[in-house]
């Protein structure tokens, strides 16, 4: 695969077609090199005394790990230089991040999830970096948080990449879903993961289980009928995988099938679920439906919700499309 085609190419072969447009690709390309340098931070690890925590807190509260803030330090960077973004918002930020005055803007919004399944660092274990692209309002020197409380539905590309072991960048811009692997002897994302799509049906399903007691009976029904297997109603036996990444729980669904949940429990209630819409959910939703999957809260579809704040948390279940239809019917019945 040496010869694939690189994500340049690619990207300015869009742009020739007319599907995309210049600011955009130079933003694709900007979120390219942030992800490339946050890969060699992670490869190197502990070789510069990167692992482990920073003894800080986000603004959900969460314990920082240092590779937390540097990822979001680099990746915040590359795209305030690159000048085709109006405002950038991320996990690691309290408040959307205002582009220095003087820097030259650009149309697009962009958040971002800068190392997502932190907690496996220490274990070297697969994270990554999760991205939504949206449009900026016009000719607003600063947006607001309002301007990025747009739906899922609004996004005009999400991406992810994940740093395990091999680099792999996936993106959709609307018309499907394409993998690029780092080839890291060139320093370049070339396609090798072409048109990706979920298979409808499955027999494997990701949830943390040590939540079972805190689950919603629709959820806990699902699983139930899972681990009856060829006993039970579903007739069939299923695999289960909990690594604790999103990154690597999606782009496990999107190269074999699966169903992947955080669901609604009583101890993420108040806060409304463990993930965040506006950096994890919208743009893996976007991705998985675009490859032919299924995304929801459990009642409702994810990329619908009309956003009310930037850490706002929601319920996660997404996969294969017959699975996840599943489980939604079942939140039907109650
Ligand atoms: O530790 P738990 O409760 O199983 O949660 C795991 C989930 O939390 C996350 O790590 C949250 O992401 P961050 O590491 O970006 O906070 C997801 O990637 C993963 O699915
Ligand atoms: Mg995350
Ligand atoms: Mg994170």
Known sequence: MS????????LAEHQRQGRVDADFVGLISDVAAGCKLIADQVGRGNLIGLLGSAE????????????????????????????HVAGLASEEMDEVYDLPAGKHRGPYLCTYDPLDGSSNIDVNVTVGTIFSV?????????????????????????????????TILVLTIGDGVDGFTLDRSVGEFKLTHPNM?????????????SNMRFWDAPVKRYVDECLAGTEGERDKDFNMRWVASMVAEVHRILVRGGVFMYPIDSKHRERGGKLRLMYEANPMSMIVEQAGGLSITGPDRIMTIEPEKLHQRVPVILGSKNEVQRIWDYHKEG
């Open 197 to 209: 799509t979920i298979p409808e049906d499955t027999a494997e399903f990701a949830i943390n289980m």
């Open 134 to 166: 949206l449009k900026a309002p016009t000719g607003k020197e600063n947006p607001t948080e309002e301007d990025f409380m747009q739906p899922g539905t609004e996004q005009v590309a999400a991406g992810y990449v994940t740093y395990g072991p091999s």
């Open 56 to 83: 800080t807190e986000n603004v959900q509260g969460e314990t920082q790990k240092k590779l937390d803030i540097i990822s979001n330090d680099e990746f915040t960077d590359i795209l305030t230089e690159g000048g």
């Open 3 to 10: 010869d694939a085609k690189r994500l340049s190419q690619y």
